[in-house]
Each structure stands twice: as C-alpha cells, then as structure tokens.
C-alpha cells in the first residue's frame, strides 16, 4: 500500500488520491469506482484543467429545437440536471418561430478592467486631482503599454473614477482606472488581467498613489445583448392568458422575492448553454444579477407586454461576456463539439444564441404559472426520475411515469403503490404456472 501519510494530496495520482479518500470517508468500493470513469478524458488532463482532481461530474447534455434567430435556424446544445428545461425552451421556440422567431443584436466585445489606486499611508491621502491629471496627460502612452501585452484583444480607452469608501473602515479616497479592451471573439478575462498588471507600475510611477487591484469586471455592461420574441396570442391561449401573462410580469417587475425566482428561471435557459459551451456561467450570473438592479431595486431581466396586433412580445437585455475561443474552448472536446452544432463564427452570435435561450424559457415558465400552474406540466418531465427514485426497473419506469400522468398523482409514494402491485401481479402470474 501506498504511504499517504508522506505525500501531500496535491503530490498524489488519481488512485492514490481514492484511496486516500476511502480512508478519510465512509465511501465504498462500488462508489470508489465512480471516479474512474474520467469520460472523455485522460486523468492527467484534467489534473492540469483543475487542482486536487479526482473525477469527472458529469452534467445530462440535450439539444433545444424550433430555434430561429436572426432567420438562422439553430440546434442549441444545453447542459442540465433539471427535466422541463429544454422541452420548455423548445416549445416557446417553436411558438415564437410562427410570428418568425427571435431577434437579436449583440453589442462589440468590450470589456472593463479596473486598477484601484490609493494611499497606504496612516492617513489615507492621494492627491486626486494631481494624480487623476497626470493619468490623464499620459493615457496614450498607457493604452499602448497595454496593447503591447496582446495580438488580438486591443486597448481602446482609458475612463478614470473617484471612489470613496462606503465600507466600515474608512480608508477615504480611491481612483480607479478602467480600461476599455475589445476582445474579439475571446471571453478575455485572461488578456484584460495581464494588461491591467503591465499598466499599473506605470500608474504608480505617474502618481504619488500604489496599486491595490489590477483585474477584470465581469459587470459586461459595454457588451449588451438584447433579444426579442414575438408569441402570438392564438398560440398561446388567447386573451385570458396572455393578460395573466402580464400580470405574472407586474409581479416579477415590482417584487425582489418573485424577480429572483423569476429570473433563476431566465439563468435556468441562459446557464445551460453557457456549460454546454464552456463559457464562465458564474461570471455570466453576477453580472446579469447586478444588471437586474442597475435602478436601485433587483427586478425582472425581461420585459413582456402586448403589441398593436395583440400579440405578446418579451425582451430580454443583459450583459453577456462570452467567448468561442481561448480557455476551455481549445481544450474540451464535448465544449468544441456543441460549438461546432452551434456553428457560430463570432463571440456575439453565441452572446444572442444564449440571450435567446433564456427569454424561451422565461416565457414558458411564466405562461405556465399563469394558466395551469409550474408543478403540472413540470412533474409530468418528471414522472421518470420519480418511478426510478422509487425502485422501478427499466422496463417498468415508462408504465409506472405514464400511470402517474394519467392519474394526476405524480410522487414516489404512488410509483412504490404501482411497483408492489405490478410485482403482485407478476409474482400470481408466475405461481399459476408452476
């Protein structure tokens, strides 16, 4: 046996790492095992992807269809756990499809870097003014010292803020210095670091201040993506719900505690193909939440509302830092396969391929809690993992889901009342024959 108690577990190869685990935890051999299947990777692969690696944890991938963007059509690759999201997102597509599907505009690639200058002094004093000046006199220069550190991305500006802190500790006042840098069809959290670390001694030699921070802001808000749907009001159960549509809008528009419900649902279409095509789905959560509270209060990131021919429409607008090359994208065969059925040429295409996703799927989930109610239609997707969690066999799982439906009760209490009775029967049948 391996001496575990002399290396580190950063030291340690996969099988050394399981057996440390086993030792430390009450996991079994048959769970041990779960972690061997690495998928569609070699173990040493993704060791160097991420730290103390053990496994892959594997995500359910579909595909969304009835997509039309643009008069592009589209099959839409999403990665989830949950059941309803992609039929959901497939049938609003298909309904927004008949009044000509969505459209989208997506704004150009910029992103933010921040580098936060101060005092360390006991007193906390900068000469803003000065300093901001002499940034200012200089910003040519620094815009080229940061285009200098990329082949691709391009610094285009330089904004300069004051910033005072609103914190406990009362430390005065800050400048901050943002770059502006267009990064194509790249995410570009790497690039605007390494510009932000290469500008900021010059920052310092300029002025009396020392640099604290030099990175990103995946507040996106100069790369906008705005999307609209047109659903009409024949397709969707007419006047009656379409107006209770509005009003399950009103609410989400006027409330914090139904926004966010009502938005996890947006991140529910938006987060699933943003894994599906290995973009920072975490990032791209901070910032559409920020943006549900640009005017002071945390609301809807769509908008609904009935045109002149009485028809619905939704827009949806948030900001969308998304890549089709760089980081995981060279180096995840499954990541490289979606993009591929995708087939996309620009960052902004995905950036309105994935806006559009979360406005279908904010459209079901409110039509459904306008008419018949989330639970009806969502546990019908539901039936199957209900009569597996139950105990059913395979060939028992699509009987046992479809009684459920048919009698309006889907739990596992009556997926085990089915199962007992189906195995009565089978067991009286069995004993007639021998």
Known sequence: MTNLKEKKFRNMNQKERLEY????????????????????????????????AVGVFQIPLGI?????INDKEYLIPMAIEEP???????????????????????????MIGQIQLVSLDDNHNINIDKSIKKIIKNKLELIKLANTKSKFAQCVDIHIRQLYDESINNLGSMIIIEIFVDTKDAMGANVINTMCEAVAPKIESLTEGQVILKILSNYATKRLVKCKGVFPKALI???????????????????VYRAVTHN????????SVAIATGQDFRAIEAGCHAYACKDGQYRSLTKWYQNSEGDLVGEIEIPLAV??????????????????ILDITSSQELAMIIAAAGLAQNFSAIRALSDEGIQK???????????????????????????MINEENISVSRAREIIESINKTNKQHNNYFI
Do not use: W
């Open 264 to 271: 996890k649902g947006i991140m529910n279409g938006i987060d």
């Open 64 to 68: 969304a269809n009835n997509f039309v």
């Open 323 to 340: 890549g089709i090359i760089g980081g995981i994208t060279n180096i995840h065969p499954l990541v490289k396969t979606c993009l591929k």
């Open 237 to 255: 159960g007419g006047d009656k719900v379409l107006k209770r549509i509005l009003f399950s809008y009103a609410f989400a528009y006027s409330d």
């Open 377 to 403: 239609g969502h546990m019908k997707l539901h039936s199957k993992n209900i009569a597996k969690i139950a105990g059913a066999l395979n060939d028992q799982i699509e009987r046992i889901a479809q009684q």
């Open 21 to 52: 685990i086993k030792k430390k935890t009450k996991i079994d051999d048959k769970e041990i095992l779960l972690f061997n299947d690495t998928s569609i990777f070699k173990f040493e692969d993704i060791n160097k992807m991420i730290e103390n």
């Open 84 to 110: 309803s999201v992609i039929a959901a997102a497939s049938n609003a597509a298909k309904i927004a499809k008949e009044a000509g599907g969505f459209k989208a505009k997506a704004d150009k690639s910029i």
